[in-house]
């Protein structure tokens, strides 16, 4: 039994790998492979010393040969999944067979190779679970923060432009000033006015929308500030206002830009003097709200698309029949999805995995489910040009515009473009890009 701490990559700082193995040049190679790639290894040549690794470590992945010594690989992967249902495991053998392979998988094993291996498919596939591991870390973070933290009640993502939204929503709702938010039709405006209401000191009091552009125009003035009873024909009675409603607590006006002047500058005074006159009232009422007020730029779907992974699968398990696993998407499905530039942005992704998920038969969704819109992928534009232009040339398009995409994330880029990261690390030293462009 011995552990070896890797040298960390940013990638994969912080996660380990055990790998169980009877022989010491198997073992010994995938440990200097994992210990390449940034992983903290430990490794095992029994089934007993695994188990007693489990107990004192914290393992993210295991690669255990299925033939391993005591118990057998089977046994163990039982005994991961049912103990340890969050550590991803990869199975090895000489003895490969589409039952065992079958077996394993059932057993909850992520992937499976078959000895002898090549060493760039090995070190391909241990990075492809680093990747699925963050990928499951980042959704329990975000689980967690959406059940104990309801002021982000529906916000979904971890990319960098989301984390600055996040830290700027902590700081702006500690304050009772008025919050302008700039963003395109369905990058969730509302959910941000939300989270900024249910983390401040106003979470206990009532939080009001109002979508300004779905307001009749002659009766904009009476929904916000009230009316009294013949203040016009047909008011029989009076009306309490929105702005009143949300006395003590939030007003978010959404698409304010749609409001006409007159009332912005009434809005404007109520603001400045704290006190509404409902129409046809002489008195003035005493408000306390806090206005929020929104109208077109938040960081666009297309901006942040490696944040779509994470937004997928918080659909896939929203959308997914409760008396049965939760739908799994496709590896070609998903790169559809990454290339789309969503000018609905999430609204039109959530909608996107709804319908796929309603028509879809089998457990897996796959290009053919996804709208008519999305079944041409983007990557076919670029090829509809009279341009001639070598393969290599064209590959080097493809990683540049997967870098531009992804503001630079390269594990990203390579989770886009369907290839291990190591090989797009190569790939750009070739081309001299090692930096991502601008």
Same mark, same amino acid.
Request: charged content about 25%; overall charge neutral.
């Given at each position: ?6 040298? %960390?990559? *940013?990638?994969? #700082? ?16 995938? @440990? ?7 992983? +903290? ?23 255990? =040969?299925?033939?391993? %010594?005591?118990?057998?690989?089977? +046994? ?51 990075? @492809? ?17 959406? @059940? ?95 702005? +009143? ?42 408000? =306390? ?9 938040? *960081? *666009? ?112 880029? #390579? ?24």
């Amino acid at each position: 039994m011995e552990a070896k701490p890797a040298n %960390p990559k *940013p990638n994969a #700082a912080g996660y380990s790998v055990l790998i169980v193995d009877d022989e010491d040049a198997t073992r010994d190679l995938c @440990r200097d492979i994992a210990a390449e790639i940034g992983l +903290e290894v430990h490794t095992a040549s029994t089934t007993n010393e695994a188990l007693e690794i489990l107990e004192q470590s914290a393992v993210d992945i295991v690669v255990t =040969d299925l033939r391993v %010594p005591q118990l057998g690989g089977l +046994e163990l992967l039982k005994r991961i999944n049912s103990s340890q249902p969050n550590t991803s495991v990869m199975v090895l053998t000489q003895y490969g067979t589409i039952e065992t392979a079958v077996a394993a998988t059932r057993l909850g094993a992520r992937d499976y190779v078959t000895k002898p291996f090549h060493v760039d498919e090995l070190r391909a596939k241990i990075e @492809r679970l680093v990747q699925t591991v963050e990928l499951d870390h980042e959704n329990r973070v975000l689980r967690e923060q959406l @059940r104990t933290r309801p002021g982000f009640g529906g916000l979904i993502g971890v990319s960098a432009k989301m984390q600055r939204v996040y830290k700027m929503l902590e700081k702006v709702s500690q304050h009772n000033y008025p919050v302008l938010i700039l963003g395109e039709s369905g990058t969730g405006k509302e959910l941000v006015a939300r989270s900024i209401h249910f983390l401040g000191v106003r979470q206990n009091k009532p939080f009001v929308p109002v979508d300004c552009s779905g307001l009749v125009p002659t009766l904009i003035e009476s929904e916000l500030f009230g009316y009294v009873k013949g203040a016009f024909t047909g008011a029989q009675h009076s009306r309490t206002g929105l702005l +009143e409603t949300a006395n003590g607590g939030t007003v978010f006006l959404d698409e304010i830009g749609d409001l006409p002047v007159d009332l912005q500058a009434k809005l404007l005074r109520a603001l400045q003097e704290r006190e509404i006159r409902p129409v046809g009232a002489t008195d003035r009422l005493r408000i =306390d709200v806090r206005i929020i007020a929104a109208t077109n730029r938040v *960081p *666009p779907l297309r901006e942040r698309k490696s944040d779509i992974p994470l937004l997928v699968s918080f659909f896939l398990e929203k959308f997914s029949d409760p008396q049965r696993p939760i739908r799994t998407i496709s590896e070609d499905a998903m790169r559809r999805l990454m290339t789309y530039d969503w000018p609905g942005n999430v609204r039109e992704l959530e909608n996107a995995v709804e319908r796929a998920v309603a028509l879809g038969s089998g457990p897996i969704l796959h290009i053919a489910d996804l709208p008519s819109n999305l079944q041409q992928g983007s990557s076919d534009k670029l090829l509809e040009s009279n341009e001639l232009t070598t393969l290599e040339e064209m590959e080097r398009r493809f990683i540049l515009r997967a870098l531009r995409e992804t503001n630079g994330d390269k594990l990203a880029a #390579a989770r886009l473009l369907g290839i291990g990261k190591t090989t797009l690390y190569r790939k750009l030293k070739q081309y001299g890009a090692e930096s991502p462009p601008n």
